[in-house]
């Protein structure tokens, strides 16, 4: 599985952003797809993530609720997150994730990071 991450840049509070992932599959089945950040000096945390099988359940950190939604477009290989609202603690560097399940045994890959900065 590779992932492209583009979207991030430069926004004041209050403005938006759309990130997008463009995700090239290995054939294997993808399970579970989301985004995280990582702040300079802190974790990389969950924003959000959704479930791919048939129950399609999404978490959201409660940090970004009702600010940030993500989606996937499955014609076009995309996840999608959209951040309306923005605040600064929202400035990190955004990365998209992909676990994949072979058989019995997952895999978790990670896109290249976009950074997003929110500043007036």
């Known amino acids: 599985v590779q992932l492209q991450a583009s979207g991030g840049g430069l926004v004041q509070p209050g403005g938006s952003l759309r990130l997008s992932c463009a995700v090239s599959d290995s054939g294997f089945s993808i399970t579970e797809m989301g985004w995280y950040r990582q702040a300079p000096g802190k974790e990389r945390e969950l924003v959000t993530s959704i479930t791919l099988t048939r129950d399609r359940t999404t978490n959201i950190a409660d940090s970004v609720k009702g600010r940030f939604t993500i989606s996937r477009d499955n014609a076009k290989s995309t996840l999608y997150l959209q951040m309306n609202s923005l605040k600064p603690e929202d400035t990190a560097v955004y990365y998209c994730?992909?676990?994949?399940?072979?058989?019995?045994?997952?895999?978790?890959?990670w896109g290249q990071g976009t950074q997003v900065t929110v500043s007036s």
């Open positions: 994730h992909a676990k994949e399940r072979r058989f019995v045994i997952f895999y978790d890959y």
